[in-house]
Nanobody
Framework: QVQLVESGGGLVQPGGSLRLSCAAS????????MGWYRQAPGNQRELVAL???????NYADSVKGRFTISRDNAKNTVYLQMNSLKPEDTAVYTC???????????????WGQGTQVTVSS
């Protein structure tokens, strides 16, 4: 069983910073990509940032230059450093792991439970 556990959400003032963490646990052999999605009330879920196995990163245009995704492969953990936060960044942020191969050679995608980020004065 693979689980993704997120931490680091909360309430922050505009212009502030938060760091999200997502740790994948279980009998994991490899993970192709790890990333963060977000969903605000009334909106569809959108990709925020993605870190692939070859080290490349992708960002939503709305967060480029403010958010940085990083990954610790040894710990199966992905981080999202969010700076210069804006009220429009308010959403539930959810971690995603793609192409997870377990020690029993099963392959699948997994989601975390989500963490609330609220940017407000």
């Amino acid at each position: 069983q693979v689980q993704l556990v997120e931490s680091g959400g909360g309430l922050v003032q505009p212009g502030g910073s938060l760091r999200l963490s997502c740790a994948a646990s279980g009998s994991i052999f490899s993970i192709n990509a790890m990333g963060w999605y977000r969903q605000a009330p009334g909106n569809q879920r959108e990709l925020v940032a993605l870190f692939t196995s070859d080290g490349s990163t992708n960002y939503a245009d709305s967060v480029k230059g403010r958010f940085t995704i990083s990954r610790d492969n040894a710990k199966n953990t992905v981080y999202l450093q969010m700076n210069s936060l804006k009220p429009e960044d308010t959403a539930v942020y959810t971690c995603n792991a793609r192409g997870v191969v377990t020690s029993s050679l099963k392959r699948g995608d997994y989601w975390g439970q989500g963490t609330q980020v609220t940017v407000s004065s």
